[in-house]
């Protein structure tokens, strides 16, 4: 694996140590280096581009950019610029680019960005996920307070800290001894449309131990030689997918895999060559993915298919 996955890449210093500085806010705004993104329901602006060009992230000087209900310090850029997100209302997105091609998701785009653009994207994301879901204290229900450039929600009740979460879940490559990958079809998928097997770590659990039982509960086989692939953020809204691969154990036929019938419906081996023969008949994980990449690592080269 001689690339990370499309949303592992980052090329800015996220500058911890600067979301603790009381003035923080006021320092950015004062300096004429900053520069802001600008996240509008879950999609970031992005500059004027032309059918030849990849995608690119508009960074705005502060300027008159509106007041927002949720600024987040990125860190700085490689020239030391500070960069932070800023998460504006529909009238305020509207105002500022009317043009609703301007706005786009990170998993469109996130495979054609720069290494700076989707780590910054990636990142702002993950954090306004974390905001619009925990806006209260866990322990008294008192409204938190932003506080650290974005980074911690305190209680004014208890004084209590919040930060961050990301939800761990293994995704695995599972193979048989003739080479084949064990893909699955979800039962909120099309049944033609098809990935890796995947599932959330539970408490308790080693990720290692969380790769088996996964593959037992969604394809009743059990597998074991399991290797550590890579590892990619997924902010849709707050996981942090970790790839593995894993071989099915001694003695069990192939054929004997068998979908739980609740998460997945289908499941079937594919060769390269199934791959290749594939066509329209078989969708497979988009661009933007850590499925496409292990996918693609096993294959050997890109795949082309990028319909999901």
Same mark, same amino acid.
Do not use: K
């Given at each position: 694996?001689?690339? &990370?996955?499309?949303? *592992? ?13 009381? !003035? ?8 004429? *280096? =900053? ?14 581009? =032309?059918?030849?060009? /990849? #995608? ?10 509106? @007041? ?9 850029? /490689? ?9 504006? @209302? ?14 786009? +998701?990170?998993?469109?785009?996130? !495979?054609?960005? @720069? ?17 619009? =879901? ?8 008192? #409204? =938190?307070?932003? %506080?650290? +450039? ?9 004084? !209590? ?44 659990? !080693?990720?290692?131990?969380?790769? $088996? ?7 009743? $086989? ?12 997924? &902010? ?17 036929? #192939? ?8 998460? %997945? ?21 988009? *661009?933007? *993915? ?9 294959? +050997? ?8």
């Amino acid at each position: 694996m001689t690339t &990370p996955p499309p949303l *592992s890449r980052a090329a800015i210093d996220r500058d911890a140590a600067r979301r603790e500085s009381e !003035s923080l806010w006021s320092d950015l705004d004062a300096d004429a *280096s =900053t520069r802001v993104m600008l996240l509008s329901r879950g999609r970031a602006l992005l500059t004027e581009r =032309t059918e030849d060009t /990849a #995608p690119r992230l508009a960074l705005l000087p502060v300027g008159d950019l509106p @007041s927002s209900a949720l600024r987040l310090y990125l860190g700085r850029d /490689a020239d030391g610029s500070p960069i932070e997100a800023r998460i504006v @209302s529909d009238d305020d997105a509207e105002a500022i680019e009317p043009e609703e091609l301007r706005w786009a +998701g990170l998993r469109a785009i996130a !495979s054609e960005l @720069s290494d700076r653009d989707a780590g910054l994207v990636t990142e702002a994301l993950a954090l306004a996920n974390w905001h619009s =879901t925990h806006t209260h204290c866990p322990r008294c229900g008192t #409204p =938190t307070d932003v %506080i650290q +450039g974005g980074w911690v929600r305190r209680c004014p009740a208890d004084d !209590s800290q919040h930060f961050p979460r990301t939800d761990p879940a293994v995704i695995v490559r599972v193979m048989d001894d003739a080479g084949r990958v064990l893909l699955g079809s979800n039962a909120l998928w099309a049944a033609n449309r098809y990935s890796l097997l995947a599932g959330f770590v539970e408490p308790g659990e !080693s990720l290692e131990a969380a790769v $088996v039982r996964e593959i037992a509960e969604e394809a009743g $086989v059990v597998v074991g030689d399991v290797r550590y692939l890579g590892s990619q953020p997924w &902010p849709f809204p707050a996981s942090i997918m970790l790839g593995f691969e894993a071989r099915i154990a001694a003695g069990t036929v #192939p054929e004997s895999a068998t979908p739980d019938g609740v998460e %997945i419906l289908h499941l079937r081996w594919f060769s390269r060559d199934d791959i290749r023969e594939a066509g329209d008949d078989v969708v497979l994980p988009g *661009s933007s *993915s850590i499925a496409r990449w292990i996918l693609e690592d096993w294959y +050997g080269a890109p795949i082309e298919d990028d319909r999901w």
